[in-house]
């Protein structure tokens, strides 16, 4: 199985300042045949279902606002919110579909400091 | 519009059964594979399964892989999830949600991000 990991746990980041999480793959999970890296990034709060942010590891998803941008491939990746709004306030998990089981990092709780 | 609708959640006893449904509206259902997630109290998300558009293929979690069944009506466009000897490590609130990317633009057996989910069933196992 294809192990994440995440850091940091959690962070606190001023309002209006960048918030950056980065997510490693215990295998790569860039497929050569497309060229496409299989990662994608999930904001969760509480009360709500996952909301998908990012896929193919750089990816935003439509409606999703330009200040989330994802980066990265093979087994390294990098998630950012360049200016954090008090209403990013949740925690953010990386995915691995490359392979099942397609396995969830352990998530990065982001808060306002 | 695109919707998922998760019930059959509840209280149930450890070693018992329960049965859930995820309720499609809005796209062809046939067309998506689709998969289960949950959520433990405060733990983080844990993919569990996934099925085929066709419903000939399925994938689980080492954690539920032969006690657990995905399945799919697309008569009905239902998802369901099949759980037999639950634990008390099965409670959690369990989502399905949409594959990302439509059976005619997807590699064979290819799974990707999930793009649309519902809000959730709670399941709670205990004596």
């Known amino acids: 199985d294809i192990v994440m990991t995440q850091s940091p746990d959690s962070l606190a980041v001023a309002l209006g300042e960048r918030a950056t999480i980065n997510c490693k793959s215990s295998q790569s999970v860039l497929y050569s045949s497309n060229n496409k890296n299989y990662l994608g990034w999930y904001q969760l709060k509480p009360g709500q279902p996952p909301k998908l942010l990012i896929y193919w590891a750089s990816t935003r998803e439509s409606g999703v606002p330009d200040r989330f941008s994802g980066s990265g491939s093979g087994t390294d990746f990098t998630f950012t919110i360049s200016s954090l709004q008090a209403e990013d306030v949740a925690v953010y998990y990386c995915q691995q579909y490359y392979s099942s089981p397609f396995t969830f990092g352990p998530g990065t709780k982001v808060g306002i400091k | 519009q695109v919707q998922l609708v998760e019930s059959g959640g509840g209280v149930v006893q450890p070693g018992r059964s329960l049965r859930l449904s995820c309720a499609a509206s809005?796209?062809?259902?046939?067309?998506?594979?689709m998969h289960w997630v949950r959520q433990a109290p405060g733990k983080g998300l844990e993919w569990m399964a996934v099925?085929?558009?066709?419903?000939?293929?399925?994938y689980y979690a080492d954690s539920v892989r032969g006690r657990f069944t995905i399945s799919r009506d697309s008569s009905k466009n239902t998802l369901y999830l099949q759980m037999n000897s639950l634990r008390a490590e099965d409670t959690a609130v369990f989502y399905c949600?949409?594959?990302?990317?439509?059976?005619?633009?997807?590699?064979?057996?290819?799974?990707?991000?999930?793009?649309?989910w519902g809000k959730g069933t709670t399941v709670i196992v205990s004596s």
């Open positions: 809005g796209f062809t259902f046939s067309n998506y594979a």
């Open positions: 949600a949409r594959d990302g990317v439509v059976a005619s633009a997807m590699l064979v057996d290819h799974y990707y991000h999930m793009d649309v």
């Open positions: 099925v085929s558009y066709d419903g000939n293929n399925k």
